[in-house]
């Protein structure tokens, strides 16, 4: 088997576990958060920055690398890790998720989904066999069945149809995978935020025997309360002995809940995209360092913090380069919000290890919490910008 | 003295010399390229990565940061190598030439240059005595007179009016230098490409004794020939314990033929400029990485080049980046380009060692220029986009 999860240790208090995954790339320590490399890059970043700050298993995207550079020249390459240079695993989606939130003029059928490219119109077609085909030709660690991510909210009638649809769509992944020795394919389950779809999607998806399940549609604009809710009715019908990974979920406080919830794997784009903006995560919120009031402030973005930008630089210094448009700033904000989640599932995995975990919850979101509502009411300087959707 | 340079040998064959110049903040070997970081950062790169491609030393713009982040929070910050987190020797210029070039509805008076900025247009006064204050506040270890950069062409009544009035600018700026044991003044000789305006301008200019001597006002669209001339009249009218400058010239060749002609230091943003549009520096002349032909090109941009970027990475993966837009393509680019000057000088001071300067300068100057004519008449794949201006 390409991929094998080990369960090391499970959470009294809650459904968290501490485990570890091991890959044809290395051995990945959950629960893990994935940074996000789109079009084979982790954005702003080299493959070294990354592995310096903690993280050994990247994300990277099928519709992106299939439109550009295409996958028969990545598989020339010698695969994606190759191309690429990065030495740890990757996981890759399908191209699910982005057919249905980029491309234009799409149209599902049973066979796949026609579309046009978001770069040149140009017209495609992706179905289940045709996913697994660039996946393989990718040649990631861990590759994603191809379904349908149904946008919120969305009706009980096409929810259901749609899972359904999704379930055979990942039978037709499951026969189609060419390299289930080096490549370890997961399920994922659907259903939007019905709990009755949830239980029949995962009842299904789990029939197909999956070596790792993930969790779709959700972090798509649904009340926090629903997704905790929707997490809470599926965790448990998911097998004990596999990996489970919630999909495009970052922000701190969703990896604690999630956690806490049973998830073991992670990823979205949030943290390098508000970097972009010069947004960072400190551990009583987010704070935006391209502000004004940060013009001749000499402190690192976050005392104590052991990421290279707070290292070495002020932050009137990371201020100075995004006014100045320079990409070092971009960069620096980026590898502070990485070293942050990497960091906040390093200390996760601790507290699970010394079984204070229910402590360390409590803890973060209090604070986390307290200061969010503080910037939001005015009470604390640094209003961070409105938080961008947390798309995959 | 806050710099010294130290005469370690001349070459037979040319007016070129291998030395030493001692700073506050180490020692550089020269002949040396500087590497242009206009706005206190190298374009794209890490402190750590300019210094691992083998740069010493650094030149920052006083224009620039005057502007934003202004030079009392440089200060402030304790000074620009803190600031920026540059462990290695500094040199800013004056912003004259940036005033001529950049700034809008500028008036100059014997007493200095009204301007406004190009970012937000405000207005704003430069005088000798204030740019040797900003460049006092910034710290770097050489620091430049505020001299008139003329154009070219230029008028010989104007361009002796010109040189005048710069010479008796250098001596406002010597007078003003407040920090004479920890900065290096240096002086300019102007003249435009007028044989007659170029001794008289480093006749007075040595007259005022500085530690050491740049050229200015060439590399400014004049032919080549006509920069040789200029340099083949003034360098011996420099002293010769002292090091010579060659302001904003940085391609192969010219850094190649400079050396020859008794220039120790150099520095232009062509190399970074010129990466961020994709083109690349071979041993035969410039290439257009970002070009079709090498969408399935797996080999590094030169062969046997021991750069961060041709040690890990494809033409096609940094032509996938950069079609992409993807920052590291812009990243992996100038760390080739720098690293293949940096290393071009490496190359010239061995050679000055071994006595066989001469040789090496027929050697490159036959295998670049027939690259580049062999592009240009479209007998070589990649030909090389327009060549830009060599702007400092």
Redesign the interface.
């Known amino acids: 088997m390409a991929v094998r999860w080990e369960l090391i240790q499970r959470d009294p208090a809650s459904m968290a576990r501490r485990g570890r995954l091991h890959t044809p790339h290395g051995v990945i320590e959950t629960p893990v958060f994935m940074p996000v490399g789109t079009?084979?890059?982790v954005?702003?970043?080299?493959p070294e920055e990354v592995w310096d700050l903690g993280a050994r298993i990247i994300l990277s995207n099928t519709y992106?690398l299939y439109l550009?550079?295409g996958h028969d020249?990545v598989r020339?390459?010698g695969g994606l890790h190759t191309?690429?240079?990065w030495p740890g695993a990757i996981l890759t989606d399908s191209g699910g998720f982005q057919v249905f939130s980029l491309s234009d003029l799409r149209k599902i059928t049973e066979e796949g989904v026609h579309f046009r490219s978001h770069i040149d119109g140009s017209s495609h077609f992706l179905s289940p066999e045709k996913a697994i085909e660039i996946e393989n030709a990718l040649g990631a660690d861990i590759i994603m069945a191809f379904d349908e991510c149904t946008p919120w909210p969305c009706e009980h009638d096409y929810a259901k149809r749609s899972l359904e649809r999704t379930t055979r769509w990942a039978a037709r992944c499951k026969a189609a995978h060419a390299r289930p020795d080096s490549q370890a394919l997961f399920g994922i389950v659907q259903g939007s935020t019905y709990a009755d779809l949830r239980r029949q999607s995962a009842a299904e998806i789990v029939d197909l025997d999956f070596p790792g399940y993930a969790i779709g549609g959700l972090s798509v604009g649904e009340p926090k309360e629903l997704m905790h809710e929707m997490l809470e009715i599926t965790v448990p019908l998911l097998p004990g002995d596999r990996p489970r990974y919630l999909m495009g979920v970052g922000s701190p406080e969703d990896l604690v809940e999630g956690v806490w919830r049973g998830i073991d794997m992670f990823d979205c784009v949030l943290p390098t995209r508000i970097a972009r903006h010069g947004t960072v995560f400190l551990p009583d919120g987010k704070m935006t360092v391209r502000n004004a009031e940060f013009?001749?402030d000499?402190m690192p973005i976050q005392e104590g913090c052991d990421c290279y930008a707070c290292r070495?630089?002020?932050r009137?210094?990371i201020?100075?380069?995004l006014?100045?448009e320079?990409?070092?700033g971009?960069?620096l904000c980026s590898i502070h919000n990485l070293r942050f989640l990497v960091r906040l599932m390093e200390e996760i995995r601790a507290a699970l290890e010394a079984g204070r975990f229910a402590e360390y919850r409590r803890e973060f979101l209090s604070r986390w919490h307290a200061g969010e509502e503080a910037r939001r009411t005015g009470a604390k300087a640094g209003p961070a910008e409105p938080a961008l959707p947390e798309n995959r």
């Open positions: 079009q084979a890059t954005k702003t970043l080299s992106h550009r550079p020249l020339e390459a191309f690429m240079n013009a001749r000499f070495n630089y002020s009137a210094y201020r100075h380069l006014k100045a320079e990409m070092l971009l960069r």
